[in-house]
Structure formats: C-alpha cells, structure tokens
C-alpha cells in the first residue's frame, strides 16, 4: 500500500522560501503513470492545487503560484518537493502532497485523479 | 481558467436521507469530474472519478452523474460517518486543475 508523508518546517517568515518534502513509501515514484502534486488548503477554505511533477521532471504549477514555485524529485530518495517563495501570511495552510493517477487504455482517458494522499503538514508564515 | 461552483455550500440532513449536491462548471468539461470527501482534520479521499465511476472500496451509496457544465453527487442513504465536506474538481483545463469551493454535509 502506497503511503505519501509530508516533512519540513512548521513555521516560515514572511519573504523566505517555504521548502517541503514528500516521502514515498510501498512503492517506486518512478513506477505507472503518476504526476506527483502539492495541494494547499488555507484553515476553513477550500483545496488549491499547487503543481505536479513527473518521474522524468516535467512540471506543471498552478499559473497564480507560477512564478515563486518550483518543483523537484530524487528518485534516489522516493521524494519530491516543494519549494515556495517568498511567502507571505497568504500561504498560511495545511499543505498536502498527493499522487494524480492518469490511465489511458487505447488511447482513451480512464482516469485522471488524486487517488493518494498524504496527511498534510500544517504550514504558518508569521515573523 | 475553468471555474467550478458547488451548491449548497452546506446542507443538514437526517441519518438515513438522500442528498444530493451539484457542481457546474463555467464551460463545457465533458465527464473529466471527480469527487471527493474531506473529513475533519483529514486529507481529502476520493470517491468518483471521471463524473460517475465509484473508487474502489467506496460504498456504493455513493454516486455521480452528469456530463457538460452539470454534475451531481448523491449520498443514496446519509450514514453518520458520511459527516464531511465534498468538493467537485475538473480535470478538462489541463494542466490547471482545479476543485470547487466544497460542500460541508451535517447530520441534523
């Protein structure tokens, strides 16, 4: 049973880069056709996906989070993360790694879908 | 963007009720819909991909339907566990991807 847990610090200041760490465990990041993807959710509101990355490197960010993120992954490692800069009080929330499954068969999509996910890593940006 | 917009934004219904929630995005996004539920203090899990195929493992008192801009996710008989708030996300805007604005169901 694959198991995603998200690692890194609590507590950002505002303008430093916010830095997380997604662990894989019970299986390889690099098997099946997965993009492995951030979430946020700020404390009473909804889900915002942040971006995915794929086991070649290929990346895709939110287009409002565009220009202060990025992605990396260490197959190494089984891990991938997230790097956010300069943050401001705005980035407050509960971040979430997760894995978007995409299934084609014969050229037709079957699925596309956040099937996995970790527990989420409450980060605050205050000074 | 594709903006998805769920309704009611929170519902209380009786044990054994059924409920039913709708999701209608701002174009044409063919089936390419999941649903998902979030438990208090608990990551999202997902329930039906693809508008109205149920997750593996996921009791079938849970359903979805609809194609285009309309969609609907129904609790066919509200269990107590079913307590959550459910959110709607497409898939069509590749490679932005985007959820709606969630649905908090509560036992009345």
């Known amino acids: 049973q694959v198991q995603l847990q998200e690692s890194g610090p609590g507590l950002v200041k505002p303008s430093q880069t916010l830095s997380l760490t997604c662990t894989v465990s019970?299986?390889?990041?690099?098997?099946?056709?997965?993009?492995w993807s951030w979430i946020r959710q700020p404390a009473g509101k909804g889900l915002e996906w942040i971006g995915h990355?794929?086991?070649?490197?290929?990346?895709n960010y939110n287009p409002s989070l565009k220009s202060r993120v990025t992605l990396s992954v260490d197959t190494s490692k089984n891990q991938f993360s997230l790097k956010l800069s300069s943050v401001t009080a705005a980035d407050t929330a509960v971040y979430y790694c997760?894995?978007?499954?995409?299934?084609?068969?014969?050229?037709?999509?079957?699925?596309?879908?956040?099937?996995?996910w970790g527990q989420g890593t409450m980060v605050t940006v205050s000074s | 963007d594709i903006q998805m917009t769920q309704s009611p934004s929170s519902l209380s219904a009786s044990v054994g009720d059924r409920v039913t929630i709708t999701c209608q995005a701002s174009?044409?996004?063919?089936?390419?819909l999941n649903w998902y539920q979030q438990k208090p203090g608990k990551a999202p899990k997902l329930l039906i991909y693809?508008?109205?195929n149920l997750e593996t493992g996921v009791p079938s008192r849970f359903s979805g339907s609809g194609s285009g801009t309309d969609f609907t996710f129904t609790i066919s008989s509200l269990q107590p566990e079913d307590i959550a708030t459910y959110y709607c996300?497409?898939?069509?805007?590749?490679?932005?991807?985007?959820f709606g604005g969630g649905t908090k169901v509560e036992i009345k």
């Open positions: 019970g299986g390889s990041i690099s098997s099946g056709s997965y993009y």
């Open positions: 996300q497409q898939y069509d805007d590749l490679p932005s991807l985007t």
């Open positions: 174009q044409d996004i063919s089936n390419y």
């Open positions: 990355i794929y086991t070649n490197g290929s990346t």
């Open positions: 693809d508008a109205s």
């Open positions: 997760a894995r978007r499954t995409v299934i084609t068969i014969f050229g037709v999509l079957i699925k596309d879908a956040f099937d996995m």
